[in-house]
């Protein structure tokens, strides 16, 4: 079990920097105001969302304590991400204060999964 759980974390990490590298590579443009959301934004999302719900059941199927309000807040902030990435994803340009909002959502659910213990 702890080798599929390790094998879906390491999914889980492609998925953040998946999302958050096409944040990153869109900073110039953002300051530029033609940032838009790239598809490996969405699919990041997705990748997230899918491994992070497996990764709740194989904890919960390992007998290993989860943070129920953890993963609460964690997923609250990824439906927020993706339902704004899908919605501008056909969009040529993405205004500065959403595109901005995606990172600074991303960067703090990085954030609440390293340090909320």
């Known amino acids: 079990m702890d080798v599929l759980i ?11 920097a998946s999302l958050l590298g096409g944040f990153l590579t869109q ?5 530029q105001g033609t940032a838009r959301f790239v598809p490996a934004m969405f ?3 997705l990748v997230m969302l899918v491994t992070g ?3 709740v059941g194989l904890n919960q199927a390992d007998d290993q304590p989860v943070n129920n309000i953890k993963i609460g807040v964690k ?7 993706l ?4 919605v501008k994803r056909d969009e ?7 595109f901005g909002l995606v990172g600074a959502l991303t960067t703090v659910n990085v954030f609440i999964a390293v340090l909320w213990t």
């Open 27 to 31: 900073l110039k443009a953002m300051g």
């Open 75 to 81: 997923l609250a902030l990824l439906i927020v991400i």
């Open 53 to 55: 719900a497996l990764l």
């Open 92 to 98: 040529e340009t993405v205004e500065k204060r959403l």
């Open 43 to 45: 699919h990041g999302a």
């Open 83 to 86: 339902g704004l990435v899908y």
């Open 6 to 16: 390790h094998l879906f974390v390491a999914l889980h990490i492609i998925g953040i």
